[in-house]
């Protein structure tokens, strides 16, 4: 599809575990950012890939967090001992730069830590 | 750190209603945007806006840009059924990269 691909949509585990997420940007844009979205709220910003410059992981809530982005495409958020408040639904969004340009966003995955 | 107010929370309506929602942050913005996001969808864009005093629709959508730079709203005319969602507004600093996120407006059209 020409949308930006996130995956898994769902993930189910135990407190404790790690995940990976993935996020598929839309083909050509250079910008990739992973958002957390908690029941009811609104979308906390985590991290920001902006072509080969240094992310900007500001928002990253702790150190358990991480974010990879390979080759300038695909990125991994990957979250580590994984704590029931890690519970929410991570979107990635793409655009085409950071420069005033929208960014369109994923479906999400869906993360429920038991 | 950065501080925008969307409001109202939630708004309950009569189909064929108009409706208008309305952000405010504590800092001056070079962009503003109005995303709608469905039950299990991420957010799509609806209209974005890059100039103070901008004014720019979308169908029966409309928002603008405020003056200050500080504020922004989104007019919905004539509301249908399948404008239920949750409606965010976001907005962009003069210095920063990141988008700054308010908390959402849910709407619930009445047929």
């Known amino acids: 599809g020409a949308g930006v691909s996130q995956s898994p949509s769902n993930k189910v585990t135990e407190k404790g575990k790690d995940v990976e997420l993935r996020c598929d940007p839309i083909s050509g844009h250079t910008a990739l950012y992973w958002y957390r979205q908690s029941l009811g709220q609104g979308l906390e910003f985590l991290i920001y890939?902006?072509?080969?410059?240094?992310?900007?992981k500001s928002g990253l809530p702790s150190d358990r967090f991480s974010a990879e982005r390979t080759g300038g495409s695909v990125s991994t958020l990957t979250i580590q001992r994984t704590q029931q408040e890690d519970s929410a639904v991570y979107l990635c969004?793409?655009?085409?730069?950071?420069?005033?340009?929208?960014?369109?966003f994923g479906d999400g995955t869906r993360l429920s830590i038991l | 750190g950065q501080q925008l107010n969307q409001s109202p929370q939630s708004m309950f309506i009569q189909e064929g209603e108009d409706v208008s929602m309305n952000c405010t942050s504590s800092?001056?913005?070079?962009?503003w945007l109005w995303y709608k996001q469905d039950p299990g969808e991420g957010p799509v864009l609806l209209i974005a806006l890059y100039k103070a005093g901008e004014l720019t629709s979308n169908g029966r959508l409309t928002a603008q840009f405020g003056i200050t730079r500080k504020d922004s709203f989104l007019n919905i005319s004539a509301s249908i059924p399948s404008d239920v969602g949750i409606y965010f507004c976001?907005?962009?600093?003069?210095?920063?990269?990141?988008?700054?996120f308010g908390e959402g407006t849910q709407l619930t059209v009445n047929p």
């Open positions: 976001a907005g962009r600093e003069t210095s920063g990269s990141r988008l700054t």
């Open positions: 800092s001056i913005f070079n962009t």
């Open positions: 890939f902006q072509g080969n410059s240094a992310p900007d």
């Open positions: 969004a793409s655009s085409l730069g950071h420069l005033q340009q929208p960014q369109h």
